[in-house]
């Protein structure tokens, strides 16, 4: 008899604990809400099409801002820079032409030439004057006279043309074809730089301080502009996002410090809220227990670490809790 009561006595003690420990565990969750850590994501892209030549990180790898993640390779950029250093050199060679005017032996040649038309137009000139005085005397016909002076007027308009020319080759080109000859220089320098960002856009750089989640190619593989090749979390960006229902939307404040936990590894953090905001989608709700009556909305809050650098090592998505405060 007092062995049969023994075995009835127990199962009723174990049910009890267990309800015990159950209603115990129940009022622990009511003082706390949980929620993730999270972490902005970064992706990083390529600007140019090229083949991934090498690799230089690894999943899980930190990378401090301005590391090199892929090296691309581009065979059409040194096909540009050849061009575009055959354009400047031209460039600048019509530049100093212009800007230099005609050479020493071109000066000798027009001033020569010059000479000539000089002796030609002051032959012209004596002549008519001959004729003139012979007409005057009727010992010659009009005609002959004609034709001396229209010789004499084609010597001096050739004589004033050269002088021209030769005035102008001393003193340079004109200003409107240096200028023209500088605007050639200047694009043509604007192409070799423009090749020269092509060129350092073969190293895909990290433009912050991340950790490699995921890359999407590999070497020999080929990557298009805008496709993103390596994608990775922001370790200064840690934040905790929470679900509350609307019963507990008086219980946090915008700009408040409240206590958060990181079971893990036991971690007691202080953060500040700095934003609620209506939860849009059911399935963005943070925790998998989520303790909100039906027709109640549903909100997000996001709290940022007060110890930033604390945070920065915690594993992304692990749970964490918020304490709630009984008001």
Same mark, same amino acid.
């Given at each position: 008899m007092?062995i049969?009561m023994?075995?009835?006595i127990i199962?009723?003690?174990?049910?009890?604990?267990l309800?015990?420990s159950?209603a115990?565990k129940?009022?622990n969750?009511n003082?706390?809400i949980?929620g993730k850590?999270?972490?902005?994501q970064l992706?990083?892209?390529s600007?140019?099409?090229?083949?991934?030549l090498?690799?230089?990180?690894?999943?899980?790898?930190?990378?401090n801002?301005?590391d090199?993640?892929?090296?691309?390779?581009?065979?059409?950029?040194a096909?540009?820079k050849?061009?575009?250093?055959g354009a400047?050199?031209?460039a600048?060679g019509?530049y100093n032409?212009?800007?230099k005017g005609?050479?020493e032996?071109q000066?000798?040649?027009l001033k020569a030439?010059?000479?000539?038309?000089k002796?030609q137009?002051d032959?012209?000139?004596?002549s008519?004057?001959?004729?003139?005085?012979?007409l005057a005397?009727?010992?010659?016909?009009?005609?002959k006279?004609?034709e001396?002076?229209a010789k004499y007027?084609?010597?001096?308009?050739q004589?004033?043309?050269?002088a021209?020319?030769l005035?102008e080759a001393?003193?340079?080109?004109?200003?409107?074809q240096?200028?023209?000859?500088?605007?050639q220089?200047?694009?043509?320098?604007?192409?070799?730089n423009e /090749?020269?960002?092509?060129?350092?856009?073969?190293?895909?750089k990290?433009?912050? %301080?991340?950790t +490699? #989640?995921?890359i999407?190619? &590999?070497?020999?593989?080929?990557?298009?502009?805008g496709?993103?090749?390596v994608?990775g979390?922001l370790?200064?960006?840690?934040y905790f996002?929470?679900?509350?229902?609307?019963?507990?939307?008086?219980?946090f404040k915008k700009?408040e410090t409240?206590d958060?936990?990181?079971p893990?590894?036991?971690q007691?953090?202080?953060g500040t809220?700095?934003w609620?905001k209506?939860?849009?989608a059911?399935?963005?709700?943070?925790?998998?227990y989520p303790?909100?009556e039906?027709g109640?909305?549903?909100y997000e809050?996001? /709290?940022?670490?007060?110890?930033i650098?604390?945070?920065?090592y915690?594993v992304? %998505?692990?749970? +964490? #809790?918020?304490?709630?405060h &009984?008001?």
């Amino acid at each position: 008899m007092i062995i049969r009561m023994k075995n009835k006595i127990i199962p009723i003690i174990a049910i009890f604990v267990l309800l015990c420990s159950c209603a115990s565990k129940e009022n622990n969750k009511n003082n706390f809400i949980e929620g993730k850590v999270e972490q902005d994501q970064l992706s990083v892209v390529s600007k140019l099409a090229g083949r991934i030549l090498d690799v230089k990180v690894a999943e899980g790898d930190e990378i401090n801002a301005g590391d090199t993640l892929i090296i691309l390779d581009i065979p059409e950029v040194a096909a540009k820079k050849e061009q575009a250093l055959g354009a400047l050199e031209s460039a600048e060679g019509q530049y100093n032409m212009a800007k230099k005017g005609a050479t020493e032996r071109q000066i000798i040649q027009l001033k020569a030439k010059v000479a000539g038309l000089k002796e030609q137009m002051d032959f012209a000139e004596k002549s008519t004057n001959r004729l003139k005085n012979l007409l005057a005397d009727s010992l010659i016909p009009q005609q002959k006279y004609d034709e001396v002076y229209a010789k004499y007027q084609g010597a001096r308009n050739q004589y004033i043309a050269a002088a021209a020319e030769l005035e102008e080759a001393s003193h340079g080109t004109r200003s409107e074809q240096q200028q023209m000859a500088k605007g050639q220089k200047a694009r043509a320098i604007g192409a070799l730089n423009e /090749v020269g960002i092509a060129e350092g856009e073969r190293f895909i750089k990290a433009p912050q %301080k991340l950790t +490699v #989640q995921s890359i999407s190619l &590999k070497q020999g593989e080929m990557a298009l502009p805008g496709y993103t090749l390596v994608s990775g979390f922001l370790p200064s960006t840690t934040y905790f996002r929470f679900t509350i229902p609307e019963k507990h939307l008086s219980t946090f404040k915008k700009g408040e410090t409240v206590d958060v936990f990181i079971p893990y590894n036991n971690q007691p953090m202080q953060g500040t809220i700095v934003w609620i905001k209506p939860l849009s989608a059911y399935a963005n709700i943070t925790s998998a227990y989520p303790d909100f009556e039906q027709g109640q909305a549903l909100y997000e809050i996001k /709290v940022v670490p007060k110890n930033i650098a604390a945070a920065e090592y915690l594993v992304i %998505k692990s749970t +964490v #809790q918020l304490q709630i405060h &009984k008001q």
